[in-house]
């Protein structure tokens, strides 16, 4: 006997056929992210009214798929390309030390400014009022247009309602008002503005982003960040080869890409002071598991090879970090720089258990020093930190302070210094025996940059977009 289709199926079916329709659509318009269109694995979900996505999968419901696609279908294109640009952007895995409700609202504006610029005819819609006035705002940023730009855009303005807290979940101050009427009528007032704009950019559903506390996952959604790491350097790349004149959007889209490809730079970089050394893990590599259970099986408790209890890693042993404190560093950079570079260390398992990071702030003098030896200790100094110094640069204090701390024993297994600085300083003449960089902002003389040094050049717009 034949099958009978049920209503559940045939709804299904023409529910992936209108996704290929749509992917098709953007494809005609936007070749160049090809890969990235097709990254994602679509899955119906009965608990969502929109798309949403974790990365791997493109969740949906069918409902709203048929219905929208028969009544305005321009909106499920610009639907599915604003999931996919989420994605490419790493929206969905740089949030967490961000008030969760406007870093959601940050990414979806910056991802419908973005679908806006590009004026597609499959994507294009009639701008309110509320975007045109928001979209103007924007183009004055001096920063550049990204989610994290429009992230503290929003916080100064909603300030009254999310407070001057500590971001990981400290308890809000709330801003001191004159009155308590007066109070809550602005709190009233911007909380009908902050809901308006949620109203306006609301496009798919945020659920499914990975959650830091959720250590299970973890492994997951880093394979998944750096596989769009990849796409969005594939998309670039294919952007780059299409030729002619972007439009707006287009632009806003390679800037951004090519801000993620200095963030993945600049974590290719850091690899280069990390050290192979064995520690306690049992390597699956290197043991045999089918003697293992066949022992089990035969004897009952008794296996044939025992697991082998370390394996080779490479990862960060000892390590200074130094801090160009004069004048012309500006702290919120120096900030930005430091949350980078522990977001980096601690989602690529950068630790040893006995791992040493040493934090020096110095400007013609040492400041301070600030021992880390782990990543509770590095998220509480990142909380805490102060800049200290304001003096002229001069690089040679903070070498001479190493190396007494290294005839003292208390490095002894260094793998390199990274000094974070404007460039305009006195450079040590001596080559020290461990690897030595320097991490630039912007414009600075290369000749001056001593020949034994690495450097790298850190564009601000690469911190703005992370």
């Not at 390590?319 to 977001?343: K, N, P, W």
Request: proline share 3%; glycine share 6%.
């Amino acid at each position: 006997m034949a099958h009978v289709q049920t209503q559940e199926e045939w709804e299904a079916e023409m529910s992936e056929k209108i996704l290929s329709y749509v992917r098709d659509e953007l494809y005609l318009e936007l070749r160049f992210m090809d890969i990235a269109l097709s990254a994602l694995t679509p899955k119906s979900d009965v608990s969502i009214q929109t798309f949403a996505t974790d990365g791997t999968m493109l969740f949906y419901s069918t409902e709203q798929v048929m219905r929208v696609f028969e009544q305005n279908a321009p909106f499920l294109d610009r639907a599915y390309l604003h999931t996919v640009l989420h994605c490419i952007f790493s929206h969905l895995w740089i949030g967490e030390d961000r008030d969760r409700r406007l870093w959601n609202l940050a990414c979806d504006i910056a991802v419908e400014y973005t679908i806006d610029g590009m004026g597609k005819n499959c994507t294009r819609r009639i701008l309110s009022w509320t975007r045109q006035k928001l979209y103007e705002e924007l183009k004055e940023q001096r920063e550049g247009v990204s989610a994290a730009v429009i992230y503290r855009m929003l916080k100064e303005r909603f300030v009254v309602l999310i407070g001057q807290s500590k971001e990981k979940g400290g308890a809000a101050e709330p801003l001191p008002l004159r009155g308590e009427q007066e109070s809550q009528s602005i709190r009233q007032a911007a909380s009908e503005e902050l809901a308006a704009l949620e109203r306006e950019f609301y496009t798919d559903n945020h659920k499914y982003w990975p959650k830091q506390e959720d250590t299970a996952a973890k492994s997951a959604a880093s394979q998944s960040q750096k596989k769009w790491e990849k796409i969005a350097r594939q998309t670039r790349m294919e952007q780059e080869l299409k030729g002619g004149e972007p439009k707006d959007g287009e632009e806003l889209l390679a800037a951004q890409l090519a801000a993620a490809r200095g963030r993945r730079s600049y974590r290719d970089f850091l690899q280069r002071f990390a050290v192979r050394r064995e520690e306690l893990h049992i390597d699956a590599d290197e043991f045999d598991l089918g003697y293992y259970t066949y022992g089990l099986k035969l004897y009952g408790n008794l296996p044939l090879i025992e697991p082998l209890e370390s394996r080779e890693a490479k990862k960060i042993r000892e390590f200074v970090i130094v801090i160009d404190t004069s004048y012309s560093t500006s702290g919120e950079l120096v900030e930005q720089f430091l949350r980078e570079t522990a977001d980096i260390l601690c989602q690529s398992d950068s630790f040893f258990a006995d791992s040493v990071i040493r934090v020096l702030q110095c400007d013609n003098q040492v400041r301070s020093d600030m021992v880390i030896s782990g990543e509770r200790e590095l998220a509480r100094f990142l909380e805490e930190f102060k800049l200290l110094g304001g003096g002229g640069t001069d690089f040679r204090p903070a070498f001479s302070y190493v190396e007494e701390l290294r005839k003292s024993g208390e490095l002894l297994h260094l793998a390199g210094l990274l000094y974070f600085t404007d460039g305009k300083g006195i450079y040590p003449k001596k080559r020290p025996d461990y690897k030595t960089a320097f991490l630039f902002l912007d414009d600075f003389n290369e000749q001056a940059v001593p020949p034994w040094a690495m450097w790298l050049r850190l564009s601000e717009e690469t911190f703005s977009n992370s």
